[in-house]
Every structure is written in C-alpha cells, then in structure tokens.
Nanobody, 116 residues
Framework: QVQLVESGGGLVQAGGSLRLSCAAS????????MSWHRQAPGKQRDMVAT???????RYADSVKGRFTISRDNAKNTVYLQMNSLKPEDTAVYYC??????????WGQGTQVTVSS
C-alpha cells in the first residue's frame, strides 16, 4: 500500500507562483514514476508533468516553461513548482505514483485557484 499526501494548494493571482508537495509513504520503490495531473470542473483529468526514477521529466505543452517537477528520493516527495500562473491553471491537482507493475496510486487532490 502507498499513501500520498498533497499540500501547497491555494488562491493566487495571475502571474503568481505556487509550490505543490506530495509526500509518499508505504512501499515506495525507487523505480516508481511520479506525476502531477489536474482536473478543472467538468473537464477531463490531464497529465501536467511526470518524472521517472532517473529524473527524466515530461510536461504538458500548456505548462512548459512555467512548471517544474522535481523529486526528493530521500524524502519520498515530489514537487511541482508553478510559476507565471494563469486563470486557465485553475483546477484540482492530483499526485500520482505508478509502481513497477503499472499500478497507480492517487493523492486526494489539492485545489489551485488562479484569479485574474
């Protein structure tokens, strides 16, 4: 079992920054891939950024150059640094951990609201 606890969401103005954290506990393997996803009201849940065990990253086109995903393996924590936030970034952000067997664990989600 893996548990993911997210934090860092909140209300920010357009152009501002926010840093999300996701702490994983339980049977976390170094081979696990971690990612951030977001879901706006009435919309599909989309991948925002992903980082594998080697530190390789991938971003959605909509956040490239603005968001940075990173991980601290010693703390079993993944971060999402969000800069130059736009109202379109408003969504519930979810942390996901994917095991070596392809099983996904999800965090509870944290609300990010960007006002104009």
């Amino acid at each position: 079992q893996v548990q993911l606890v997210e934090s860092g969401g909140g209300l920010v103005q357009a152009g501002g920054s926010l840093r999300l954290s996701c702490a994983a506990s339980g049977n976390v393997a170094s081979s696990a891939t971690m990612s951030w996803h977001r879901q706006a009201p009435g919309k599909q849940r989309d991948m925002v950024a992903t980082i594998n065990s080697s530190g390789n990253t991938r971003y959605a086109d909509s956040v490239k150059g603005r968001f940075t995903i990173s991980r601290d393996n010693a703390k079993n924590t993944v971060y999402l640094q969000m800069n130059s936030l736009k109202p379109e970034d408003t969504a519930v952000y979810y942390c996901r951990l994917t095991t070596g067997f392809g099983y996904n664990y999800w965090g509870q989600g944290t609300q990010v609201t960007v006002s104009s």
